[in-house]
């Protein structure tokens, strides 16, 4: 049984910095497209980062430069490490995985590309 769970999520002021990990359970994190996304109060879930096998699928323009992400094929997790926060970050972060390809088509960054996603962990920057 696949599962994705989230971890590091919390509350920093603008210009901080949270390392966001997402545990992997029921099959191995090579060769697997791994995405984080992140859905703000009212609006619509939005890719931010993926990564498959080391090589980075891609990051949101809003994001590059300060998010990056990362995978850890020992402990099974994937991570998003977010520096220079800015309050438009707010979010529920997620993670996810497609099991099936790779993260280097059109279609990988968005929602219905994955098929297993994890809880979520609550992001709030403030001013």
């Known amino acids: 049984q696949v599962q994705l769970v989230e971890s590091g999520g919390g509350s920093v002021q603008t210009g901080g910095s949270l390392r966001l990990s997402c545990a992997a359970s029921?099959?191995?994190?090579?060769?697997?497209?791994m995405g984080w996304f992140r859905q703000a109060p009212g609006k619509e879930r939005e890719g931010v980062a993926s990564?498959?096998?080391?090589?980075?699928?891609f990051y949101a323009d809003s994001v590059k430069g300060r998010f990056t992400i990362s995978q850890d094929n020992t402990n099974n997790t994937v991570y998003l490490q977010m520096n220079s926060l800015k309050p438009e970050d707010t979010a529920m972060y997620y993670c996810?995985?497609?099991?099936?390809?790779?993260?280097?088509?059109?279609?990988?960054?968005?929602?219905?590309?994955?098929?297993?996603w994890g809880q979520g962990t609550p992001v709030t920057v403030s001013s």
């Open positions: 990564i498959y096998s080391a090589r980075i699928g």
């Open positions: 029921g099959y191995i994190l090579s060769y697997v497209c």
């Open positions: 996810a995985a497609n099991r099936e390809g790779t993260c280097f088509n059109g279609g990988a960054t968005r929602v219905p590309y994955f098929n297993y």
